[in-house]
């Protein structure tokens, strides 16, 4: 019964604003001059990197779409594509690794500099193809931090790509130097 008053806290406190803050008109959702897609992203990325530093990936899931890719493949053209989707239900088996111990102690860390708005005419087919699970006219972001291999004089990597999909801003898709699946 607690952890469903905190779940519910920590939705009201989260998501509400996200939710709240768009109405919708015909299909679409649209912002209201008060709220931008950057804010919007922010609260998003500020709820996972507060979940991050408690260590509590149980609440994670109801910031992320389905299905979540969690690779890029090499189309052997130097473009990749979002690959290794997995469901909500699958979550619970993948969720330590792709939020592995490297991934808890680095994503709360990233700072403007590991931001990135990305283009919405980009020609990257990993873009193009997470860019058609979003919302019409709103804007992606991805967040990608590098961060030195443990026993290592090798450097690893992880990035998360953030998108409006009806709506609300979710965590769409990761890709890292190493695979979830």
């Excluded at 989707?85 to 592995?100: G, L, R």
Aim: net charge negative; with cysteine.
């Amino acid at each position: 019964m607690k952890i469903n008053k905190i779940h519910l806290i920590f939705s009201l406190a989260v998501l509400f604003p996200l939710t709240s803050c768009t109405r919708p008109q015909g299909n679409e959702q649209k912002k209201t001059n008060a709220v931008t897609d950057v804010q919007e992203f922010r609260v998003l990325f500020k709820a996972i990197t507060e979940l991050l530093k408690r260590n509590d990936l149980n609440h994670l899931e109801t910031l992320m779409n389905f299905p979540f890719y969690t690779s890029g493949v090499d189309n052997g053209d130097a473009a990749d594509s979002p690959t290794d989707p997995i469901t909500a239900p699958e979550f619970k088996e993948y969720k330590s690794a792709i939020f592995n111990a490297d991934v808890v102690r680095i994503l709360p860390q990233a700072t403007e500099d590991n931001i990135l708005e990305i283009d919405p005419k980009t020609n990257d087919a990993y873009y193009k193809l997470l860019r058609q699970l979003t919302d019409a006219e709103s804007k992606m972001f991805e967040v990608y931090v590098q961060y030195p291999e443990s026993g290592t004089q090798g450097e690893s990597y992880c990035a998360f790509v953030f998108g409006q999909t009806k709506g609300k801003y979710k965590v769409l898709a990761t890709y890292a130097k190493w695979p979830v699946k």
